[in-house]
Nanobody, 123 residues
């Protein structure tokens, strides 16, 4: 089972950019669907995007489409979330998740989650 560690969060002004990383342990990272979710204070965890192991094209939530880009480097066991044109409403703790089966936009069914990394966007 994979273990995940996120990094790269921080404080950024609106309009700025950040790149989050999610490093996975385990030899079969390449066979996991990887996702990013986020959770703002007082809100439920929401889907941001996913990158299936069997696909070359990630999928995004409408709220981040065109601004966020997910990529994965199987040689480095790492998935990235490049965020640009950040808005105050992007402020949240960002989590990566991994599933051996198919990803979904709900939080149940994932094999593991990272500890989360805080992203704060100031106006």
């Amino acid at each position: 089972q994979a273990q995940l560690v996120e990094s790269g969060g921080g404080l950024v002004q609106a309009g700025g950019s950040l790149r989050l990383s999610c490093a996975a342990s385990g030899p079969t990272f390449w066979s996991y669907d990887m996702v990013w979710f986020r959770q703002a204070p007082g809100k439920e965890r929401e889907f941001v995007g996913a990158f299936s192991w069997s696909s070359t094209r990630p999928v995004y939530a409408d709220s981040v489409k065109g601004r966020f880009t997910i990529s994965r480097d199987n040689a480095k066991n790492t998935v990235y979330l490049q965020m640009k044109s950040l808005k105050p409403e992007d402020t949240a703790v960002y989590y990566c998740g991994a599933v051996k089966g198919s990803w979904s936009a709900i939080t149940s069914g994932y094999d593991c989650w990272g500890q989360g990394t805080q992203v704060t966007v100031s106006s």
